[in-house]
């Protein structure tokens, strides 16, 4: 995904990358249903992220799969439940969003 880059040394507070961030065209992509197969596996990724910003490439090390009945990070990033971010030394960082803590809220309600 091509990415935006920020001339600033402090952490940006817009989200960088394709869809996101300001002049992104809003609401032209709907987000799949989650499955039951992939539910747990968001939620795990979910928590991990929301312990502390991860690194980009931490988390596509981690959670990126080429198996299409199991798209975990595709998932969070098109219902809006992470968003990325350029950090001070220029790395991308993966933070959880309010939507992503409410949806592991109502995951916890509903178990």
Do not use: N
């Not at 040394?9 to 996101?20: F, K, N, R």
């Not at 939620?43 to 312990?51: F, K, N, Q, S, T």
């Not at 030394?89 to 809220?105: E, K, M, N, S």
């Amino acid at each position: 995904m091509p990415e935006t880059s920020t001339a600033s040394a402090t952490p940006s507070a817009h989200p960088v990358g394709l869809g996101e961030g300001p002049g992104a065209a809003v609401g032209t992509r709907i987000a799949p249903p989650i499955t039951d197969t992939t539910k747990p596996l968001l939620c795990d990724m979910l928590r991990w992220i929301a312990e502390r910003p991860r690194h980009y490439d931490d988390v596509m090390a981690g959670w990126r799969t080429s198996c299409p009945r199991l798209p975990v990070w595709e998932d969070a990033v098109d219902h809006g439940f992470v968003v990325r971010t350029r950090g001070a030394d220029g790395q991308t960082l993966v933070h959880i969003t309010p939507a992503g803590r409410a949806y592991l809220g109502e995951t916890a309600d509903s178990a």
